[in-house]
């Protein structure tokens, strides 16, 4: 089974603070993606990746950035958290041809004080 | 601009009868649609994949129909169980073949 791990569950970090959520999947994935789900709305495309070093911008990439230095590994840091920031992060994988299916992360519940 | 509707109220039902949710969408033509489900404080698991040539899918008690006249599918649960109970999210081609246009899910709650 494709198996994505996220690196917290649950965050809390100060407004200011530089937060980085780890993303690591095991099945040689090509694409990783980044989302924030929010109460109500759909899950927003913040930032994603198609191959090593590569990164493309979602719907929502103020406030973020990416690395992706090996394929297993996708993070999303934030450069300086602000109270809106606070949301359920999601990671998800894809193999390579597109529409296979997107296999999520655990998710990690980011508090921003 | 691209949408997706999905029923915002939560969706009830007694155990044993079928359960139907809708997703709708607008300004655009999607070639493939996927239903996930959600558990609290959990990632989303795929359930079913309908490709627009696609007019009805069917895996064990779930099916999935597509309409692309109306421009709407339909996630039906039959023989619902308590179990099934969940938020159940549909998703969409984008203009990118990378990207994923999300509905916010319906919360589906299936009482003994």
């Known amino acids: 089974d494709v198996k994505v791990t996220q690196s917290s569950r649950y965050l809390v970090k100060r407004t200011g603070e530089k937060v980085f959520l780890e993303c690591v999947q095991d099945?040689?994935?090509?694409?990783m993606f980044w989302y924030r789900q929010d109460p109500g709305l759909g899950l927003r495309l913040i930032y994603f990746?198609?191959?090593?070093?590569?990164?493309e911008k979602g719907d929502i990439p103020e406030g973020y950035s990416v690395s992706r230095e090996k394929k297993e590994r996708f993070s999303l840091i934030l450069e300086s958290a602000s109270t809106n920031q606070t949301s359920m992060y999601l990671c998800?994988?894809?193999?390579?041809?597109?529409?296979?299916?997107?296999?999520f992360g655990p998710g990690t519940r980011l508090t921003v004080l | 601009s691209q949408k997706i509707e999905q029923n915002s109220e939560a969706l009830n039902i007694q155990e044993g009868k079928t359960a139907t949710l809708t997703c709708n969408y607008t300004?655009?033509?999607?070639?493939?649609l996927q239903w996930y489900r959600q558990d609290p404080g959990r990632g989303p698991v795929f359930l079913l994949l309908i490709r627009e040539n696609e007019k009805e899918k069917r895996k064990e008690r779930l099916k999935v129909t597509f309409d692309t006249t109306l421009k709407q599918s339909l996630f039906h649960i039959t023989a619902s169980q308590p179990a099934d109970s969940a938020t159940y999210l549909c998703a969409l081609v984008g203009n990118s073949n990378y990207q994923l246009i999300w509905g916010a899910g319906t919360k589906l709650i299936i009482k003994p």
């Open positions: 300004n655009y033509s999607p070639a493939y």
């Open positions: 998800a994988s894809t193999p390579q041809g597109f529409p296979d299916t997107q296999y």
């Open positions: 990746s198609y191959d090593v070093k590569m990164k």
């Open positions: 099945m040689d994935h090509e694409n």
